[in-house]
């Protein structure tokens, strides 16, 4: 067995022409390219057991070698993956199950009957690939580079695969991001948080394709940087994926709740205070400001405006031929991954990041609460859109992170509040701003609304 640790990026077809003769390759190139067409087949049950346990079998022909692989799902967030692989050579073409013993196979399918795998779907490519070597401080880095172009194929559905893959041989995971993230400010390079199998997956069945990632598992004792870290790479996670299934199908609820996850991505960076110093996020709000302010018209405008949906996905599809969401979404993973608002943080921000998770939150909830004054919106509705980027703070951390609060209703505090932000984000007539008047004062009768305020 060995660990794979590796990051995918969509690419065009240009784009991996391009990254053939990119100067940062080529000057780090110590193998020169190799070409390789690759055959796999991927196997599974009828009822795809293997998917659900969350690993993916399948047999490849490389040239006159065939190899029998089976991959865990292991850790993939962002982009960057960590799983379990085991490999064997094998003298012909034929899935060999005695190869599949306990020591790899999944306890979930001890009971599975080997003799029920069948051939599920395929992925065929050409591969060239090249051997990347460098110093790294005092350390050494060796990345596999594999540039893939062919197809997925599941019965009559077909999908082209274009991408470029980043492997770990040696160093630490950062080098892969810092890479990638410098070959996505020339290229537009998209982070793909989702295998060949899973591609695969999704052409024979569409609605097997697991959208979000789950949710991390919050403690109230947990140490705030720990729940940014949990938090942030959930909500990076998600909107990639969100990202590549609308740029699959083109599906408008898609696009709505891509651009949420950035919008509660950019609550959560503005909401830490000195555990979060302003200069250490400053990149990632301004890049999420710019994204958020150029989405969120076009996705409000098409709630209502059919003509807006029809126009958004080749809109999308233009906004991943530039350079700026992959930048972006690889720039905010190189941040978690090495913590960076811990850096340079002054003493009281090390107390607030090493605070618990519950009384940290409640504090925070407190002050924004407070600050929001919701009696002054009860006679000045017309008042209340400018109060949106509190309000999202709110929610985010609702949203996100309710179940460690020691609150009254606190569920229904936040779908209450969550109206009055929909309301303040609706164009203002007699209707609504009675409409904001009304809900304004449901949220301020609340128990968990008096309980944050007294």
């Known amino acids: ?53 969350k690993v993916a079998l399948r047999l490849r022909r490389d040239g006159e070698q065939f190899i029998q692989t089976l991959k865990s799902r292991g850790q993939s967030v962002a982009g960057l993956s960590e799983r379990n692989e ?68 599941a019965g009559q559905q077909a999908e082209e695969l274009c991408e470029l893959e980043l492997e770990l041989r040696q160093g630490e995971p950062e080098a892969l991001l810092e890479l990638a993230a410098e070959l996505a400010a020339d290229l537009p390079l998209m982070p793909c948080d989702i295998s060949k199998a899973e591609r695969g997956y999704r052409l024979h069945d569409a609605d097997g394709y697991a959208l979000n990632l789950p949710a991390p598992a919050l403690e109230a004792t947990m140490a705030l940087d720990d729940a940014v870290a949990a938090l942030g790479w959930q909500l990076l996670g998600n909107s990639q994926r969100l990202a590549e299934q609308y740029r699959f199908n083109g599906h408008w609820k898609l696009l709505d709740d891509w651009l949420q996850q950035l919008i509660e991505l950019r609550a959560l960076l503005g909401s830490l205070g000195q555990a979060a110093p302003r200069a250490s996020s400053r990149e990632l709000r301004e890049r999420l400001d710019a994204l958020i302010q150029d989405w969120r018209p076009r996705v409000e405008a098409g709630q209502t405006d059919e003509s807006v949906r029809q126009a958004a996905p080749a809109q999308f599809a233009a906004e991943l031929g530039q350079t700026r969401w992959g930048l972006f979404s690889l720039k905010a993973s190189l941040w978690l991954l090495q913590r960076n608002w811990t850096a340079g943080r002054n003493a009281r921000g ?32 017309e008042d209340l859109a400018e109060q949106s980027p509190r309000m999202e703070r709110l929610l985010a951390w609702l949203h996100l992170a309710r179940g460690v609060l020691e609150l009254p209703e606190v569920d229904r505090l936040y779908g209450e509040l969550a109206k009055l932000y929909a309301l303040a984000r609706q164009p203002l007539d007699e209707q609504t701003r009675q409409l904001r008047v009304e809900q304004a004062h449901t949220v301020w009768t609340l128990k968990a609304w008096k309980a944050l305020t007294k």
């Open 86 to 153: 085991w490999d064997w050579y094998l003298d012909k073409a034929r899935l060999d199950t005695k190869k599949l013993t306990d020591d790899c196979w999944p306890a979930s399918l001890a009971g599975l009957d080997k003799k029920t795998l069948k051939p599920i779907f395929n992925t065929d490519f050409v591969r060239e690939k090249a051997e990347l070597a460098w110093g790294r401080g005092k350390a050494r880095v060796v990345i596999e580079a594999a540039l893939d172009l062919g197809r997925v194929v």
């Open 350 to 381: 090390d107390r607030q990041g090493a605070a618990e998770l519950g009384k940290w939150l409640l504090h925070l909830l407190a002050e924004e609460a407070k600050a929001l004054q919701l009696p002054r919106y009860r006679q000045q509705p």
């Open 1 to 53: 067995m060995q660990k794979e640790t590796e990051i995918k990026l969509r690419a065009s077809r240009e784009t991996l022409l391009a990254l053939r003769e990119h100067p940062l390759l080529n000057k780090r190139n110590k193998s020169g390219w190799s070409r390789h067409e690759l055959s796999n087949q991927y196997y599974d049950t009828a009822d795809r057991a293997l998917a659900g346990a």
